[in-house]
Every structure is written in C-alpha cells, then in structure tokens.
C-alpha cells in the first residue's frame, strides 16, 4: 500500500510563492514517476507538474517558468516551488505517484488572492 502526505499548502498573494512538499511510503521503489496535479470545482484535474526517478521533468504550459518541480529520491518525497502566483493558480493541489498503478493524495489547498 501507498500512501502520499502533501503538506504546504494556504494563502497566497499574487506574485508570492509558495511550496509544496508529498512524502511517500510504502512500496514506492517500483514507481517512476511522481508529481502534482491540481484541480477546482467543476473542471477536470489537470497536470502540474511531473519528474521521474530520473529527473525528466514535464510541466502544464500555464506553469512553466514559474514553477519548479524536484525530488529526494532518498527521502521518497517530490516537491513543488510556486513562484509568481497567479489568482488562477488558485486550486486543491494533488500529490501523484505512479505508473503503473496511479495513486493520489488527499489534496491541499491553494488560494491566490489578487
């Protein structure tokens, strides 16, 4: 079983930052990838941001440049810098570990003040 805490999720000004941090445990070696997804009301969830165990990253065009997506392979945790937020940044953010089996966190939230 796989478990994923995020934490450093709240309240932010536009322009600000803010980061994210999943630890994973459990039977985690066997998965590439992990990442972050984020989601609000009524939309689909949409990626972020994901890096594999190698270090490839991939990031959602409306990120790019602003947020930074890395890992502590040792420590089984991803994070996400978010820099120069933005109102529609405002989403619960989702921890991802995967494939081939795909698991989620629970979520945190981020909310952008203009």
């Known amino acids: 079983q796989v478990q994923l805490v995020e934490s450093g999720g709240g309240l932010a000004q536009a322009g600000g930052s803010l980061r994210l941090s999943c630890a994973a445990s459990?039977?985690?070696?066997?998965?590439?990838?992990m990442g972050w997804y984020r989601q609000t009301p009524g939309k689909e969830r949409e990626l972020v941001a994901i890096?594999?165990?190698?270090?490839?990253?991939t990031y959602a065009d409306s990120v790019k440049g602003r947020f930074t997506i890395s890992r502590d392979n040792a420590k089984n945790t991803v994070y996400l810098q978010m820099n120069s937020l933005k109102p529609e940044d405002t989403a619960d953010y989702y921890c991802?570990?995967?494939?081939?089996?795909?698991?989620w966190g629970r979520g945190t939230q981020v909310t952008v003040s203009s």
């Open positions: 991802y570990i995967g494939p081939p089996a795909n698991y």
């Open positions: 459990g039977s985690v070696s066997r998965f590439n990838s």
């Open positions: 890096i594999s165990s190698g270090g490839t990253t």
